[in-house]
């Protein structure tokens, strides 16, 4: 466990320190590495004071109020998206599993898209109305798949993604629905359909903080549990664990982190599919390890898709969904056609 966590998370937290400093320094106004850590690094306390400010003022303002807090968003959306999709993969001992395609996203989508729809984005709990929100529906829309996919007490792999895919067109069709009533807000509920961490600052990164980490301490507590699971769910219950309580549990925090992910960065699909899957084949299947590499492995992924997403037509910006799902779908393919190998299809 110790190794492959070390060598991974090392690699890790190294491509990490680059990418946060490359992006930063990409956009339309493309700002040198020097001036990024220089500007970085005055504003640390022990070691401010001794750095001259040799940039303009115009290039402290763009890092650190423009692109650092979305840099910062990129990276919790990230983190959230993939822990949710090794949650979901893992209790549902299901590789094509992810908050896409089971329709949390969908459903999330939806919870958002109505309050904005209504104008009720600050109505109940101010800045956290949308999250929940979000949740409830997305939970919902988890609920009802499973309950579709339910065939005699068992969730057969094509059941599961077929009846996810399902819900996920229907949910979609509602968003879509509102879009065509709306006439003020008809811009924003687009946004939940095609994702972006544009206009994005601060406060959205500390309303997804404190559910980024509930749920990955809640998850990596499971990480034991999770590895039970991989050898069956009666195996895992003849070694003591509570089968009902614990998938019940996992869906849950998959979901909550799932629908947060998605109230402040709109549909973004794939993520949790991708770098979970990624990260299993090359630091293997315990959950101990695979959990906290999905989180920064996943960060550091949708890192790259918004940076790209926004420099590729630079001043022009590409939707961050229609980025993962270009890197996405391919490999979703890809991946479909192996499990359907490995099961003789």
């Keep these: 466990m110790k190794r492959p966590l070390a060598l991974w998370g090392g690699a890790g937290l190294a491509l990490l320190v680059l990418s ?12 040198p590495l020097s001036d990024v850590w220089g500007v970085l690094l005055s504003k640390l306390p022990a070691v401010g004071g001794w750095l001259e400010g040799g940039w303009a ?46 329709g949390v996203a969908s459903g999330a989508a939806v919870g958002a898209a109505l309050l904005i729809h209504f104008g009720l984005q600050a109505f109940f709990l101010g800045m956290w109305s ?74 959205f990164a500390l309303v997804l903080l404190p559910h980024l980490a509930l749920g990955a301490a809640a998850l990596l507590a499971l990480g034991r549990t999770l590895n039970l699971f991989a050898l069956g769910e009666k195996q895992a219950a003849h070694l003591g664990v509570n089968v009902t309580r614990t998938r019940l549990a996992v869906l849950v925090v998959a979901t909550l982190l799932a ?3 998605v109230s402040v960065a709109g549909t973004i699909g794939f993520v ?20 906290p590499l999905s989180a920064l492995y996943g960060g550091i992924y949708v890192l790259w898709a918004d940076t790209l997403a926004r420099t590729m037509l630079a001043p022009a910006e590409i939707p961050l969904g229609v980025v993962t ?21």
């Design 325 to 345: 799902a270009f890197l996405g779908a391919p490999f979703f393919a890809w991946l479909l056609r192996r499990s359907k190998r490995a099961n003789g299809g």
């Design 272 to 291: 949790g599919l991708v770098v979970p899957h990624l990260m299993r084949l090359l630091a293997g299947p315990d959950y101990r390890v695979l959990l």
């Design 259 to 261: 629908a947060a992910a």
């Design 20 to 31: 946060v400093t490359v992006s930063l320094s990409l956009g339309s106004a493309k700002l």
């Design 57 to 102: 003022e115009s290039t402290e303002q763009i890092i650190l109020k423009i692109r650092l807090p979305r840099v910062a968003l990129a990276l919790l959306v990230g983190a959230c998206l993939s822990l949710a999709g090794a949650g979901f993969q893992g209790v549902l001992r299901n590789p094509l599993a992810d908050p896409y395609t089971l």
């Design 130 to 203: 949308v999250p929940l929100s979000a949740f409830v529906f997305a939970l919902a829309s988890l609920l009802l798949v499973l309950r579709l996919a339910n065939i005699q007490g068992k969730y057969r792999l094509e059941t599961v993604i077929l009846s996810g895919v399902v819900v996920s067109a229907f949910l979609s069709s509602v968003v879509s629905l509102l879009v065509s009533f709306s006439d003020r807000v008809v811009n924003e509920i687009v946004f939940w359909l095609m994702g972006s961490l544009a206009m994005r600052g601060w406060p």
